[in-house]
């Protein structure tokens, strides 16, 4: 049974900082692409950055929004990937998500609020 759990949003201040982590179960975690995806209020749910598999690892970045500020990583000891966001503005609020990438519909979790506010 795969499962994502996502982790660490809240409410933060403009240019501020955040660290989500999506905790997966079942097996297998290491040999498929991750993503950190987004949905904001009123708007379809995005692709915000990617990491590809082993051996590489390599980050691949979707949302030209984000570029320089966000940061994606993955443990593949931990079964855990990571979504290091800096300087954060108010068009970052929204719920965001971890999933494969492609994202499997079935494997959805809650996701984690990230509201940027003053």
């Known amino acids: 049974q795969v499962q994502f759990v996502e982790s660490g949003g809240g409410l933060v201040q403009p240019g501020g900082s955040l660290r989500l982590s999506c905790v997966a179960s079942?097996?297998?975690?290491?040999?498929?692409?991750m993503a950190w995806y987004r949905q904001a209020p009123g708007k379809t749910r995005e692709l915000v950055e990617g990491i590809t598999n082993i051996p590489s690892g390599s980050r691949t970045n979707y949302a030209d929004s984000v570029q320089g500020r966000f940061t994606i990583s993955r443990d593949n000891a931990k079964n855990t990937v990571y979504l290091q966001m800096n300087s954060l503005n108010a068009e970052d609020t929204a719920v965001y998500y971890c999933?494969?990438?492609?994202?499997?519909?079935?494997?959805w979790g809650q996701g984690t609020q990230v509201t940027v506010s003053s």
């Open positions: 999933n494969r990438n492609p994202p499997p519909a079935r494997y």
């Open positions: 079942g097996s297998s975690f290491s040999i498929y692409a």
